[in-house]
């Protein structure tokens, strides 16, 4: 099992210091099984170090024997208990939004923005494992980045505030494969665009409020602060997004997105000059600039170009290959039949075995021969991402 080693940030890490002894007391597992799981943006910061954090986000598991949040509900005596112990350990207000919500509020009575801890029984939005985090003699379990990120996505991507914006622009550089996964729990390419659209149109307003409400930044990633939209639509371009097509029809060129969430896609607009729409994709992260005047040729020269993002590796040959991107899946390609994608490299040995192209004898060598290119791509692509922090 898996233990990770985290100092949150302050206030989170004063207020959990405060609380650690209730919750294990109420609502606490064992080694093996999560009473409760720490979440939120305080969760992220204290693996990433981005920015600090006010509150406490703590999803209650409602297993048998455990009292979870709505249980308190049912029994009031039980939650004036908690009332009571909160308020020992530094609550001033408490307010429950609903059967499955609780929250309490700690630090001065007319702060605009205090410290709170909120309690909540829900259901994970991933079923990926939870982490066992140790933190100052403290031992608990954590939600996993992609975890806290979907629940970022799913519930707030219509009207996101701006440090799930900062989240998610800083999650392009220090975590895009829990990025993709969290954007590819929901939606489809078309509300990628949607949010896109959104950012673009409140560029202005987030780089305002980010100055003005996000603190602790380290100074490597202040430019992200300064332009959190920006940096987010280029993390949603770059992740989210598994493909870009410029194509010509009706007489300009057209950019369409996919993403794994669907097989059609969403046209993204439409320009007269080919550089345009070329450059347009290069700002979301699918073509180096370096890449740019190679790209525009080889569009004249084809009609259309296809590129797939993360970038990946190609086969040139007419024959059977395999694409392997950083996202784990596999495209599987035989000249003159339709591609079919593998979401792991065993499953496409298994294909690729079926149509003849691999011996049952080779199987493992293939998958290891595909996984070290994988390991390939993936380092390529976080020594690109690296250098545009």
Known sequence: ???????????????????????????????????YIIGGGTMLAARWG??????LDIKVNNTEGYRAVSRMHDEPMLEASLDR???????????????????YIFGAQDDQDPPRIELVELAPKLRGQVI??????????SATNEEILAGKWIDRRDDSPVRDVFDFAVAGVRDGHALQRAMATEGTARDLDAMVERLASAQERYGAEGRRTIHGIPPQIEHIREDPARFCAWAIGRWALTAVEITRDRGQWAVTTRCRAENEGA????????????????ALGGIANEEIDRTIAQARGDGGISRTCPGNQLSQTTGPSMEVDA????????????????????QA???????GWESRERAQTAIAELKELQRQVIAKEQALTLTLE
Do not use: N
Not at 50 to 55: E, F, G, V
Not at 132 to 141: D, I, L, N, Q, V
Not at 331 to 339: E, K, L, Q, V, Y
């Open 1 to 35: 099992m898996r233990t990770e080693q985290v100092v949150l940030p302050e206030p989170g890490r004063t207020l959990l210091r405060r609380v650690y002894p209730l919750l294990e007391r109420r609502l606490g597992g064992d080694s093996a099984r999560a009473g």
């Open 50 to 55: 981005h920015r600090a954090s006010k509150d």
């Open 85 to 103: 112990e909160m308020h020992a350990a530094g609550a001033h207000t408490k307010k429950r939004s609903s059967q499955l919500e609780l929250m």
């Open 132 to 141: 066992r985090t140790e933190s100052e003699g403290m031992s608990f379990w």
């Open 267 to 282: 046209t993204r607009g439409r320009y007269e000059r080919l550089e345009e729409a070329v450059e347009h994709v290069a």
């Open 327 to 346: 996202r784990g899946s596999v495209a599987i390609r035989d000249f003159g039949c339709a591609p079919s994608v593998a979401p792991t490299i065993e």
């Open 349 to 355: 040995v298994e294909i690729a075995i079926e149509r």
